[in-house]
């Protein structure tokens, strides 16, 4: 006699879907993880992909993750020197000499490197010697979470001062034989309101300065959303590209490069680092200035330096991709390095500081550009990070503000927790399981409540039972 089968309760069949979605949506990290443990043993990854090889060694400055002064192995700061087709020379590691994070890094005439660090408690500076991996020389400036700070007029540092106490943001000239300041500039004198910009905490975030000429300053107040050239004579302010909250030409940019283009027109390269862009401007006969060039926003992830070599490509930092890479004028990538964690600055060693290539115009190459032809598979002309997505799927909808706006934070805040060996979507689907665990936990905390209460009263009588 056969009996009739039971259909399964519906609780079950609830539960064997949730698992399975569950599984489905870790599987992709999950084997990313397996293969990226298996497959090396640098947990830090770094790893190249080279179409034309580099001339000659590029030197990669990278930030390195720390929360609350405590360091991450995982994500270090250092330099690393990498050689034309892509081969690690040496690595460079501040966690040795309690440099908490990276930043500029320039080479010199002599070969060496202008290192500027910060530590828990001033900005670290230092020559260091790529062959003995030595200091040459070390200042200790008394402030706080320097970005940039140049070599000028032989023994002067030139220094950009942000998150200065009370607004005194500023750059300055300190000489190092006398130990003194000789000059400086002040953001409050010269018209910056103190309701604009980054509030009290960080106010100009002044993350470059170069000197561009004789007495010319090339300045960068990223909160202000603007690059000006301050005449160091006068003090006024001869160019300026941008204005406070005028998003459509620069939006907290960072390292701003000078070229001279035809006939010395003035021209700015930029990483446009919240526009997730690339762009060249070119000054006009009215002072103002014409957008000639930018390459982006697919494919770029908060780019934080580009610099144009004599070749006419492009040196790029693609910060929260955690690369470098040189593209050619229409975007192509031909060079490639992934370097975690968070990489601030790059520099190839044979051109010096401030390589002077040619502007898009005398390239005969302006015009918008995508990028294509990443080696490493973090960008490319179909490819699409969740950020990406989500922009373009809820273009034109009533809610397409708020969808970029959260493309915007989730570009620029998950980067920084989720793992390096994860994707943007493989990050996405850990944290909707993550979620969908929570929300199967509470379901089920519900459906048995009867069960738990059962069992915390019974919790309760034997705790209050007199010992016999």
Same mark, same amino acid.
């Given at each position: 006699?056969?009996?009739?089968?039971?259909?399964?309760?519906?609780?079950?069949?609830?539960?064997?879907?949730?698992?399975?979605?569950?599984?489905?949506?870790?599987?992709?990290?999950?084997?990313?993880?397996?293969?990226?443990?298996?497959?090396?043993?640098?947990?830090?990854?770094?790893?190249?992909?080279?179409?034309?090889?580099?001339?000659?060694?590029?030197?990669?400055?990278?930030?390195?993750?720390?929360?609350?002064?405590?360091?991450?192995?995982?994500?270090?700061?250092?330099?690393?020197?990498?050689?034309?087709?892509?081969?690690?020379?040496?690595?460079?590691? %501040?966690?040795?000499? @309690?440099?908490?994070?990276?930043? #500029? =890094? &320039?080479?010199?005439?002599?070969?060496?490197? +202008? $290192?500027?660090?910060?530590?828990?408690?001033?900005?670290?500076?230092?020559?260091?010697?790529?062959?003995?991996?030595?200091?040459?020389?070390?200042?200790?400036?008394?402030?706080?979470?320097?970005?940039?700070?140049?070599?000028?007029?032989?023994?002067?540092?030139?220094?950009?001062?942000?998150?200065?106490?009370?607004?005194?943001?500023?750059?300055?000239?300190?000489?190092?034989?006398?130990?003194?300041?000789?000059?400086?500039?002040?953001?409050?004198?010269?018209?910056?309101?103190?309701?604009?910009? %980054?509030?009290?905490? @960080?106010?100009?975030?002044?993350? #470059? =300065? &170069?000197?561009?000429?004789?007495?010319?300053? +090339? $300045?960068?107040?990223?909160?202000?959303?603007?690059?000006?050239?301050?005449?160091?004579?006068?003090?006024?302010?001869?160019?300026?590209?941008?204005?406070?909250?005028?998003?459509?030409?620069?939006?907290?940019?960072?390292?701003?490069?000078?070229?001279?283009?035809?006939?010395?027109?003035?021209?700015?390269?930029?990483?446009?680092?919240?526009?997730?862009?690339?762009?060249?401007?070119?000054?006009?006969?009215?002072?103002?200035?014409?957008?000639?060039?930018?390459?982006?926003?697919?494919?770029?992830?908060?780019?934080?330096?580009?610099?144009?070599?004599?070749?006419?490509?492009?040196?790029?930092?693609?910060?929260?991709?955690?690369?470098?890479?040189?593209?050619?004028?229409?975007?192509?990538?031909?060079?490639?390095?992934?370097?975690?964690?968070?990489?601030?600055?790059?520099?190839?060693?044979?051109?010096?500081?401030?390589?002077?290539?040619?502007?898009?115009?005398?390239?005969?190459?302006?015009?918008?550009?995508?990028?294509?032809?990443?080696?490493?598979?973090?960008?490319?002309?179909?490819?699409?990070?969740?950020?990406?997505?989500?922009?373009?799927?809820?273009?034109?909808?009533?809610?397409?503000?708020?969808?970029?706006?959260?493309?915007?934070?989730?570009?620029?805040?998950?980067?920084?927790?989720?793992?390096?060996?994860?994707?943007?979507?493989?990050?996405?689907?850990?944290?909707?399981?993550?979620?969908?665990?929570?929300?199967?936990?509470?379901?089920?905390?519900?459906?048995?409540?009867?069960?738990?209460?059962?069992?915390?009263?019974?919790?309760?009588?034997?705790?209050?039972?007199?010992?016999?």
């Amino acid at each position: 006699m056969r009996l009739p089968s039971r259909p399964i309760p519906r609780r079950w069949t609830v539960r064997g879907a949730t698992a399975l979605l569950v599984l489905a949506l870790v599987a992709p990290a999950g084997i990313s993880g397996a293969t990226y443990f298996a497959t090396t043993e640098d947990p830090t990854n770094l790893r190249a992909s080279v179409d034309e090889p580099a001339n000659g060694t590029t030197i990669i400055s990278i930030q390195g993750f720390h929360f609350q002064g405590m360091a991450n192995a995982n994500k270090p700061a250092r330099l690393v020197a990498v050689g034309p087709r892509g081969e690690v020379q040496w690595v460079h590691n %501040g966690s040795g000499f @309690d440099a908490r994070w990276f930043y #500029d =890094v &320039d080479p010199l005439d002599n070969r060496n490197l +202008l $290192v500027t660090a910060t530590t828990p408690n001033a900005t670290l500076v230092y020559e260091l010697d790529p062959e003995t991996q030595e200091r040459v020389w070390t200042e200790r400036l008394p402030i706080h979470d320097t970005h940039d700070v140049d070599l000028v007029n032989g023994d002067q540092l030139l220094v950009a001062n942000m998150r200065a106490p009370d607004r005194n943001d500023r750059i300055f000239v300190y000489d190092m034989g006398t130990d003194e300041t000789v000059w400086e500039w002040r953001f409050e004198n010269h018209g910056y309101e103190a309701s604009g910009g %980054g509030g009290e905490a @960080d106010w100009t975030h002044v993350n #470059d =300065v &170069d000197k561009i000429g004789e007495g010319e300053y +090339l $300045v960068s107040p990223r909160n202000f959303d603007q690059v000006i050239v301050v005449n160091r004579s006068t003090g006024n302010v001869s160019m300026r590209l941008g204005s406070d909250d005028d998003h459509d030409t620069l939006y907290e940019q960072h390292n701003p490069q000078y070229l001279d283009g035809e006939g010395g027109t003035p021209t700015m390269l930029v990483a446009d680092s919240e526009n997730d862009r690339l762009v060249e401007y070119a000054r006009n006969d009215s002072g103002g200035w014409n957008r000639t060039w930018s390459v982006g926003t697919r494919g770029l992830n908060w780019p934080r330096d580009a610099d144009r070599l004599p070749n006419g490509n492009t040196l790029v930092v693609d910060t929260m991709h955690h690369r470098v890479f040189e593209t050619t004028p229409t975007g192509e990538v031909v060079w490639e390095f992934h370097a975690p964690w968070a990489p601030y600055d790059v520099e190839r060693v044979t051109y010096g500081d401030e390589p002077d290539g040619p502007t898009m115009r005398e390239v005969g190459a302006t015009g918008d550009y995508n990028l294509t032809g990443s080696g490493l598979k973090v960008s490319g002309e179909d490819t699409k990070t969740v950020s990406f997505w989500l922009v373009e799927a809820f273009e034109g909808t009533p809610v397409a503000a708020q969808a970029s706006d959260f493309a915007r934070v989730w570009a620029h805040v998950t980067p920084w927790i989720r793992p390096i060996w994860m994707t943007s979507w493989e990050f996405l689907g850990a944290v909707l399981a993550g979620g969908l665990l929570l929300a199967w936990g509470l379901g089920e905390a519900v459906y048995q409540r009867g069960r738990i209460r059962r069992g915390l009263s019974g919790v309760v009588d034997r705790v209050r039972r007199p010992v016999e």
